[in-house]
T-cell receptor, first 113, second 111 residues
Framework: GQQLNQSPQSMFIQEGEDVSMNCTSS?????WLWYKQEPGEGPVLLIA?????ELTSNGRLTAQFGITRKDSFLNISASIPSDVGIYFC?????????????FGPGTRLSVLP | KAGVTQTPRYLIKTRGQQVTLSCSPI?????VSWYQQTPGQGLQFLFE???????NKGNFPGRFSGRQFSNSRSEMNVSTLELGDSALYLC??????????FGPGTRLTVL
């Protein structure tokens, strides 16, 4: 079945640094989504990408839908302490039963002051 | 617009008991999906309901079941609880074919 790989698994960065993480798969997806989850809470949608090659920004966050439709990346510029959390990518595809979402294992981000 | 709400937020049960979790989607959203999240397995899809019908199902035993009501609210039931069922159960709603929005989750602990 569909599977997503995320790298890195975890990262420790200094406040103010830029962050880059990516999500890859051997399968093609129609939509890529990026979520952030903080302890004890549900994932919060950050960015949604709908077309291959699409580049979308949301404040300090920028994400791109890979042209092969098998990957996506998320960049965070000028990190701040509240960026700490786990970042998940998710790919959406359709089968005979409807829409399906597959989630990556997450990238745990720690920001050092 | 209110987000996805889940009740209860925390629950403690013992092995063999059964539990029912509730999810109210964002107003106007007709699709509700349930996920189990554990540190070891990540986010695993349980099932999706759309207009009161189960549209898709993940690879979980029959002890896990759900339903959706005419107002799109959904419930998930787990019978004969096992220790391994301890997890954060997340509900997500969507209009139908686009991005999902998650609730805060119900943290279930099975003793």
């Amino acid at each position: 079945g569909q599977q997503l790989n995320q790298s890195p698994q975890s990262m420790f960065i200094q406040e103010g640094e830029d962050v880059s993480m990516n999500c890859t798969s051997s399968s093609i997806f129609n939509t890529w989504l990026w979520y952030k989850q903080e302890p004890g809470e549900g994932p919060v949608l950050l960015i949604a990408l709908y077309k291959a090659g699409e580049l979308t920004s949301n404040g300090r966050l920028t994400a791109q839908f890979g042209i092969t439709r098998k990957d996506s990346f998320l960049n965070i510029s000028a990190s701040i302490p509240s960026d700490v959390g786990i970042y998940f990518c998710a790919g959406r595809y359709r089968d005979n039963y409807g829409q399906n979402f597959v989630f990556g294992p997450g990238t745990r981000l720690s920001v050092l002051p | 617009k209110a987000g996805v709400t889940q009740t209860p937020r925390y629950l403690i049960k013992t092995r063999g008991q059964q539990v029912t979790l509730s999810c109210s989607p964002i107003s106007g959203h007709r699709s509700v999906s349930w996920y189990q999240q554990t540190p070891g397995q990540g986010l695993q899809f349980l099932f999706e309901y759309f207009s009161e019908t189960q549209r898709n199902k993940g690879n979980f035993p029959g002890r896990f079941s759900g339903r959706q009501f005419s107002n799109s609210r959904s419930e998930m039931n787990v019978s004969t609880l096992e220790l391994g069922d301890s997890a954060l159960y997340l509900c997500a709603s969507s209009l139908g074919e686009d991005e999902q929005f998650f609730g805060p989750g119900t943290r279930l602990t099975v003793l």
